[in-house]
T-cell receptor, first 113, second 111 residues
Framework: AQSVTQLDSQVPVFEEAPVELRCNYS??????LFWYVQYPNQGLQLLLK??????LVESINGFEAEFNKSQTSFHLRKPSVHISDTAEYFC???????????FGKGTTLSVSS | DAGVIQSPRHEVTEMGQEVTLRCKPI?????LFWYRQTMMRGLELLIY????????DSGMPEDRFSAKMPNASFSTLKIQPSEPRDSAVYFC?????????FGDGTRLSIL
């Protein structure tokens, strides 16, 4: 069975500081990995995904994540955060197209000035 | 493009009442998922469909919960009778590949 562990439930940072949100997964087969972001009173939006190929994936708003197979990790990073990045971030794992994703419990990123 | 549409956005009702949540997936998507989000348990998969057929309903908590997908453009999640512990945000998502597309959710409060 697959599982996802997000190691930090809350991460407070100051604006323009770097941030890393940690995610580890467990799976016996090849995986797809995702980061979703949820703003208050909204659904989850895809931030970035790893399906195959380059292990470093990037989003359009400056986030990046690296798939590390040996450490079974998919940590999310941003070199300089903005107030608008304040949200809940979810890591998810899937094993083939169309099957349900398994989500971590989420990490609340709070950016203050 | 229209995304996944859920209705109602908010529902407040008394325990014992029947609750019906509705979802319209993105056109052309052949998978549909129902998730429940609570503070204590996070995002839980309840059930998912492929081409309108239920594939895995092992996450449905009890017989009080039922889900249907009568056609490719509509699904319902029904709770009868409802209980206060069913209070949560219920999300519908659809997909045609590995990536799920979520609706904005239904915030359900059972008094």
């Amino acid at each position: 069975a697959q599982s996802v562990t997000q190691l930090d439930s809350q991460v407070p940072v100051f604006e323009e500081a770097p941030v890393e949100l940690r995610c580890n997964y467990s799976s016996s087969v090849s995986v797809y990995l995702f980061w979703y972001v949820q703003y208050p009173n909204q659904g989850l939006q895809l931030l970035l995904k790893y399906l195959s190929g380059s292990t470093l994936v990037e989003s359009i708003n400056g986030f990046e994540a690296e798939f590390n197979k040996s450490q079974t990790s998919f940590h999310l990073r941003k070199p300089s955060v903005h107030i608008s990045d304040t949200a809940e971030y979810f890591c998810a794992v899937g094993d083939q197209a169309g099957t349900a994703l398994i989500f971590g419990k989420g990490t609340t990123l709070s950016v203050s000035s | 493009d229209a995304g996944v549409i859920q209705s109602p956005r908010h529902e407040v009702t008394e325990m014992g009442q029947e609750v019906t949540l509705r979802c319209k997936p993105i056109s052309g998507h052949d998978y549909l998922f129902w998730y429940r989000q609570t503070m204590m348990r996070g995002l839980e998969l309840l059930i998912y469909f492929n081409n309108n057929v239920p594939i895995d309903d092992s996450g449905m908590p009890e017989d009080r919960f039922s889900a249907k997908m009568p056609n490719a453009s509509f699904s319902t999640l029904k709770i009868q009778p409802s209980e206060p512990r069913d209070s949560a945000v219920y999300f519908c998502a659809s997909s045609v590949g590995p990536e799920l597309h979520f609706g904005d959710g239904t915030r359900l409060s059972i008094l």
